[in-house]
């Protein structure tokens, strides 16, 4: 009996994973799993870069739209639909390939999530006091000292996360990373192949970033953002507004700042989720990496997979 593959497909943003999920998947008999934690969300097409309708149709993707953008989705929320599309998958002897940027989810998918402490409502008082006094960036500092792992994760302005991992460690003495997981993927004998793509020149990866912000803007993000707003007033502090560009956007149609600085915060912002993207990867073991730039990428994956023997299950 063939062994079981599933394939993770990850990168940095803007080095074309989508469009190499699509290629793999029109030359393999692939079903697709979102791994975005942006694109979970209905009527958050534009900013999280979400493929056309059309191309969704052709290709569909599991875990795509499924959520309101008040509601949370939370990574144990994604572990359970994602692995439940992927067991269905291979109950058709079909090759569930996950792709996306939210290095969280895989890095849960993959381990299991870590049996975490209860939230502490006094103690999480006492550090947003602590945020109100003396700023976020002091707790985040404090975070690196104590959990630089968590803390290289962790956008320096995600409040949420930050509060979370700090109380994490000081309830359980130990970093995030130390405490015991639940089973994840690499507990079921499962075959993962782990692909990356990244783009050697980082004038290049910036340079595609630019394009694909103008592209957004272009398309009509500010209105998307209106909309958003528009319908659930109160959201922006919501998980789904973390995605990179609605904050901003949201805080143009506040008046807080003007159209040009807006899309040189967005871009600040793209460059940054880039390279802690990069870091996570880098620090993962078993990752094979292509150039997203070479013009034989979809030619050099397949030949690796192949190679993977996945083409017992191929066409």
């Given at each position: 009996?063939?062994?079981?593959?599933?394939?993770?497909?990850?990168?940095?943003?803007?080095?074309?994973?989508?469009?190499?999920?699509?290629e793999?998947?029109?030359?393999?008999?692939?079903?697709?799993?979102?791994?975005?934690?942006?694109?979970?969300y209905?009527?958050?097409?534009?900013?999280?870069?979400?493929?056309?309708?059309?191309?969704?149709?052709?290709?569909?993707?599991?875990?795509?739209?499924?959520?309101e953008?008040?509601?949370?989705?939370?990574?144990?929320?994604?572990?359970?639909?994602?692995?439940?599309?992927?067991?269905?998958?291979?109950?058709?002897?079909?090759?569930?390939?996950?792709v996306?940027?939210?290095?969280?989810?895989?890095?849960?998918?993959l381990r299991?999530?870590?049996?975490?402490?209860?939230?502490?409502?006094?103690?999480?008082?006492?550090?947003?006091?602590?945020?109100?006094?003396?700023g976020?960036?002091?707790?985040?500092?404090?975070?690196?000292?104590?959990?630089?792992?968590?803390?290289?994760?962790?956008?320096?302005?995600?409040?949420?996360?930050?509060?979370?991992?700090?109380?994490?460690?000081?309830?359980s003495?130990?970093q995030?990373?130390e405490?015991?997981h639940?089973?994840?993927?690499d507990?079921?004998g499962?075959?993962?192949?782990?692909?990356?793509?990244?783009?050697s020149?980082?004038?290049?990866l910036?340079?595609r970033?630019?394009?694909?912000?103008?592209?957004?803007?272009?398309?009509?993000?500010?209105?998307?953002?209106?909309?958003?707003r528009?319908?659930?007033?109160?959201?922006r502090?919501?998980?789904?507004?973390?995605?990179?560009?609605?904050q901003q956007?949201?805080?143009?149609?506040?008046?807080?700042?003007?159209?040009?600085?807006?899309?040189?915060?967005?871009?600040?912002?793209?460059?940054?989720?880039?390279?802690?993207?990069?870091?996570?990867?880098?620090?993962?073991?078993?990752?094979?990496?292509?150039?997203a730039?070479?013009?034989g990428?979809?030619?050099?994956?397949?030949?690796?997979?192949?190679?993977?023997?996945?083409s017992?299950?191929?066409?």
């Amino acid at each position: 009996m063939a062994k079981q593959h599933v394939i993770f497909l990850h990168g940095p943003t803007a080095t074309g994973k989508s469009s190499l999920a699509l290629e793999l998947a029109s030359r393999f008999p692939i079903d697709l799993i979102s791994v975005d934690s942006g694109q979970v969300y209905r009527g958050m097409e534009i900013g999280t870069a979400r493929l056309s309708e059309d191309l969704l149709a052709q290709f569909p993707h599991h875990l795509i739209g499924i959520r309101e953008v008040p509601e949370i989705f939370s990574v144990g929320d994604f572990c359970t639909l994602a692995r439940f599309h992927i067991n269905e998958t291979l109950k058709r002897e079909r090759i569930p390939l996950l792709v996306g940027g939210t290095m969280f989810y895989f890095s849960a998918l993959l381990r299991g999530i870590p049996n975490l402490p209860a939230a502490d409502p006094a103690l999480r008082e006492r550090l947003a006091h602590e945020v109100r006094q003396s700023g976020l960036d002091t707790l985040y500092r404090r975070l690196q000292k104590m959990d630089p792992v968590s803390a290289n994760r962790i956008d320096p302005n995600d409040r949420q996360r930050i509060l979370r991992a700090v109380e994490i460690n000081i309830l359980s003495g130990k970093q995030v990373s130390e405490c015991e997981h639940s089973d994840g993927l690499d507990k079921t004998g499962v075959n993962v192949s782990r692909i990356s793509l990244s783009v050697s020149d980082r004038r290049t990866l910036h340079r595609r970033i630019d394009e694909r912000l103008r592209e957004m803007i272009d398309a009509g993000l500010v209105d998307e953002v209106r909309g958003i707003r528009s319908r659930y007033p109160q959201s922006r502090g919501m998980p789904a507004m973390k995605s990179v560009g609605y904050q901003q956007v949201w805080s143009h149609l506040e008046n807080e700042v003007d159209e040009g600085q807006m899309i040189a915060d967005i871009a600040t912002a793209t460059r940054r989720l880039a390279k802690r993207q990069l870091t996570w990867l880098r620090h993962e073991r078993g990752v094979t990496w292509f150039d997203a730039s070479s013009q034989g990428l979809v030619s050099s994956v397949s030949r690796y997979l192949n190679a993977a023997d996945i083409s017992i299950m191929g066409h």
